[in-house]
C-alpha cells in the first residue's frame, strides 16, 4: 500500500509540474524561439550560423518530443489521449518533426511540419485554444450564413451581368465574373468606381449597390459575429462546468489520498499494539 501512496504522490507531483506557469511558460518560449529558428532560415545568413541554427532546431525538436512524452505520461486516462483533438495535433506535428531533413525527397514535409510547430502556441495557450475551439464549433452555424450570402451574391451577380455587361465586359461579363466584383464592393476596395461607372448609363443603380453591400457588410457581417459570440458564450459555460467537475475529481483524489494515509497509519498503529 505504500507503493502505491507513493506512486499515487509521485504522479500528482508531476502533473502539478505539467500545469504550473513555469513549465507552460518555458514550453511558450521554446515555441516562439522555435517560429524565429524557422524565420531565420528565410534569410541568406553565414554558414556558421547556419549549422548553429540547425543544431538549435534539433534540439528544439528533442525538447518537443520529451515534452509530448511526459505529458502522455501524467494524463489520468492513457488510452484517451490521442482522442483529445489537440493532442492529437500535437503528437503529429512533432512526429513530422522527426523526419531527417537531408532526405531530398522529405525535406519539403519535414520543413512544413517544422512551420506548423507555431501552431503549437494555440494548444499550449488556454485563451488561443478556447478561441480556435469555438471557432471551429460556430463554422457549421456560419455556414448556413454563408450559404445565404452565396444566394444573395448569385442574384445579384445574375442582376448585374444582365444590366452591367455592355458597359463592362471585364467587371459584369458573366455570373462568375459579376461575383468577383460584387466581392470587391463587398470588402469596399475601390468600389464606388465601378458604381460611377454603371451611373452614367443607370443613373439609379446606386440603389443596386447600397442594398447589395447593406444585406452583406452590415446584416450577414452581423449575423457571423453573433454566431460566434454565441457559440463563445457556451462553451464559456461548459468551461466553467468542466472547471467545477475538475475540482470535485481533485478533491475527490485527495480524500482517496487521505483515506490511504489513515488506513496506513491505523495499520501501523495496529502492529505496534501487537508487538
Known amino acids: 500500500m505504500s507503493s502505491d501512496l507513493s506512486r ?20 511558450i518560449t521554446i515555441i516562439i524561439l522555435s517560429a524565429l529558428t524557422i524565420g531565420a532560415k528565410t534569410y541568406e545568413i553565414p554558414p ?27 494524463y ?3 488510452k484517451r489521449f490521442l482522442l483529445d483533438g489537440w493532442n492529437l495535433f500535437d503528437t503529429l506535428v512533432v512526429i513530422g518533426s522527426l523526419i531527417p ?15 506548423f510547430r507555431v501552431l503549437r502556441l494555440v494548444s499550449v495557450v488556454p485563451e488561443l485554444r478556447f478561441l ?8 457549421p452555424r456560419m455556414g448556413y450564413i454563408a450559404l445565404l450570402m452565396f444566394i444573395i451574391f448569385y442574384i445579384y451577380a445574375a442582376m448585374g451581368a444582365m444590366f452591367f455587361a455592355d458597359i463592362d465586359d471585364t467587371l459584369w461579363g458573366d455570373v462568375a465574373v459579376s461575383m468577383l466584383t460584387l466581392f470587391r464592393v463587398a470588402t469596399f476596395e475601390d468600389w464606388t468606381d465601378v458604381m460611377y461607372a454603371t451611373m452614367d448609363v443607370y443613373p439609379l443603380s446606386w440603389m443596386y449597390y447600397l442594398t447589395f453591400i447593406f444585406l452583406t457588410a452590415f446584416v450577414f457581417l452581423n449575423m457571423m459575429v453573433g454566431a460566434i459570440l454565441e457559440v463563445m458564450s ?5 468551461k466553467q462546468a468542466q472547471k467545477a467537475h475538475d475540482e470535485r475529481d481533485e478533491m475527490a483524489r485527495r480524500l482517496v489520498a ?16 501487537r508487538s
Open 8 to 27: 499515487f504522490s509521485a504522479l500528482e507531483q508531476l502533473r502539478r509540474i505539467e500545469s504550473s506557469r513555469l513549465f507552460q511558460g518555458t514550453v
Open 101 to 115: 531533413l537531408d532526405n531530398s525527397e522529405a525535406v519539403l514535409l519535414g520543413r512544413l511540419l517544422r512551420v
Open 234 to 238: 457556451e462553451e464559456q459555460n461548459a
Open 76 to 78: 489520468p486516462d492513457k
Open 258 to 273: 487521505m483515506q490511504a494515509q489513515l488506513n496506513e497509519l491505523t495499520e501501523m498503529m495496529r502492529e505496534q499494539k
Open 48 to 74: 556558421l550560423v547556419a549549422d548553429i541554427l540547425t543544431i538549435l532546431d534539433n534540439g528544439i525538436t528533442v525538447f518537443f518530443l520529451v515534452e509530448i512524452l511526459f505529458r502522455f505520461a501524467v
Open 132 to 139: 480556435i475551439n469555438s471557432l471551429l464549433k460556430a463554422i
